[in-house]
């Protein structure tokens, strides 16, 4: 028997085991089932169409249409800390995206060239200090910790990516890392530009507070003109090389994500809730470490986590576990590190989960004692 036949063999015993054992008719297994599907049917209505296809469009076009050169210059392993840094830290601030949806334009530049700190700092900062969020913080929930959530966000992004390029040094150029240069498509540098500039529009329009209907129309106004722009401006050649890439991320991105988004939809119901308002309710080491390690395993879909943190506040949440919570939840999530764990591998997986806990604990920490 091959080695392929005894994984097929543990797989198929596996799903025997699950399924003759399964305590389908407890009720608490049956809840946990309809959360499941519930947060799984929520993510599909709210962030597959409207967040995550245009991410993996403009993953694609990141792989194909941006010069490796280009991304070496400002975010690779040779260019100057404090621009690398800067610039990763801050340019996901427009993008209303969630810890799934940054994960394919992480992707993305990862794969063009950028350096593993720079690289990190993005994937850490972009669902974290989205506009749309920071506001409706400020407006909720308080200016205190608005303005903690951004000072917070921004720091924490470039010390675990500071902190990850320490422990990880890689060399200039690594074997599979950084793709061929496409061929020269002759294109001008406007279309190229209007190209991303509209997609990019669909996710800004998506995280803005305003009427659906309006919304929506607007949206597919910018997708219908990249369609355009794609027949009558793109090469024959460079389009298609544009779809295979972006399927490509797909394939590897959305089994992971859909998976994720069931495990913690079914893990939800499980938690014992009032326990974790107990625990959250003094500003103590513990108490944030609680806060951290529940943010960086549950999903918030975007903005999500502001709710539930007022109602968490009115049952007496203490001011430092809330930051702490704002800190790791929308910038970590079980679906997000299944799939961070297929582009980096286990180790600076694991790696980078703990430097997110525990970064986001101590400053939860250090902002309730002020």
């Known amino acids: 028997m091959e080695r392929k036949d005894f994984y097929m063999l543990f797989w198929i015993v596996l799903a025997f085991g699950i399924l003759f054992f399964v305590p389908s008719n407890s009720d608490w297994f049956?809840?946990?089932?309809?959360?499941?599907?519930?947060?799984?049917?929520?993510?599909?209505?709210?962030?597959?169409?409207?967040?995550?296809?245009?991410a993996l469009f403009i993953a694609g076009a990141i792989a194909v249409f941006v010069k490796k050169d280009a991304v070496l210059k400002y975010l690779g392993h040779k260019s100057k800390k404090i621009v690398s840094y800067s610039i990763a830290s801050v340019s996901g601030a427009i993008l209303a995206v969630c810890s799934c949806t940054?994960?394919?334009?992480?992707?993305?530049?990862?794969?063009?060239?950028?350096?593993?700190?720079p690289a990190i700092t993005f994937l850490f900062a972009g669902p974290?200090?989205?506009?749309?969020?920071?506001?409706?913080?400020?407006?909720?929930?308080?200016?205190?910790?608005?303005?903690?959530?951004?000072?917070s966000a921004v720091s924490l992004s470039i010390l675990v990516g500071l902190t990850m390029a320490f422990i990880f040094r890689e060399k200039a150029e690594q074997g599979g890392l950084f793709m061929q240069e496409s061929k020269d498509t002759q294109m001008s540098k406007k279309v190229i530009f209007a190209f991303f500039g509209l997609m990019i529009?669909?996710?800004?329009?998506?995280?803005?507070?305003?009427?659906?209907?309006?919304?929506?129309?607007?949206?597919?106004?910018?997708?219908?003109?990249?369609?355009?722009?794609?027949?009558?401006?793109f090469h024959k050649e460079s389009a298609k090389e544009w779809l295979g890439e972006t399927w490509g991320f797909?394939?590897?991105?959305?089994?992971?994500l859909f998976i994720g988004v069931f495990i913690a939809g079914f893990i939800m119901p499980l938690l014992p809730e009032t326990?974790?308002?107990?625990?959250?309710?003094?500003?103590?080491?513990?108490?944030?470490?609680?806060?951290?390690?529940?943010?960086?395993?549950?999903?918030?879909?975007t903005l999500t986590e502001i709710p539930i943190l007022q109602a968490l506040f009115s049952k007496g949440?203490?001011?430092g576990p809330a930051l702490a919570l704002l800190l790791a939840?929308?910038?970590?999530?079980?679906?997000?590190?299944?799939?961070?764990?297929?582009?980096?591998?286990?180790?600076?997986?694991?790696?980078?989960?703990?430097?997110?806990?525990?970064?986001?604990?101590i400053a939860g920490l250090l902002f309730g004692m002020m």
Do not use: W
């Open 317 to 319: 949440m203490a001011s």
């Open 128 to 151: 974290a200090i989205n506009i749309a969020a920071i506001f409706l913080t400020m407006s909720v929930l308080g200016y205190e910790i608005g303005l903690a959530r951004v000072i």
């Open 30 to 54: 049956r809840t946990s089932i309809l959360s499941a599907f519930d947060l799984l049917h929520d993510y599909a209505q709210k962030h597959v169409l409207t967040c995550l296809v245009p």
């Open 102 to 117: 940054i994960l394919p334009l992480f992707a993305g530049i990862r794969k063009r060239g950028a350096g593993l700190g």
């Open 201 to 233: 529009a669909v996710l800004v329009v998506n995280g803005l507070q305003i009427n659906q209907l309006l919304k929506y129309i607007l949206m597919f106004s910018f997708a219908i003109l990249v369609v355009l722009l794609v027949v009558f401006k």
């Open 250 to 256: 797909s394939k590897m991105l959305l089994p992971l």
């Open 275 to 301: 326990l974790i308002q107990n625990l959250v309710g003094q500003n103590t080491i513990f108490g944030n470490l609680i806060a951290s390690v529940f943010g960086a395993f549950m999903y918030f879909s």
């Open 329 to 361: 939840g929308p910038s970590l999530s079980l679906p997000n590190m299944l799939v961070i764990r297929k582009v980096l591998g286990n180790k600076k997986t694991a790696v980078y989960v703990s430097l997110v806990i525990i970064y986001s604990t």
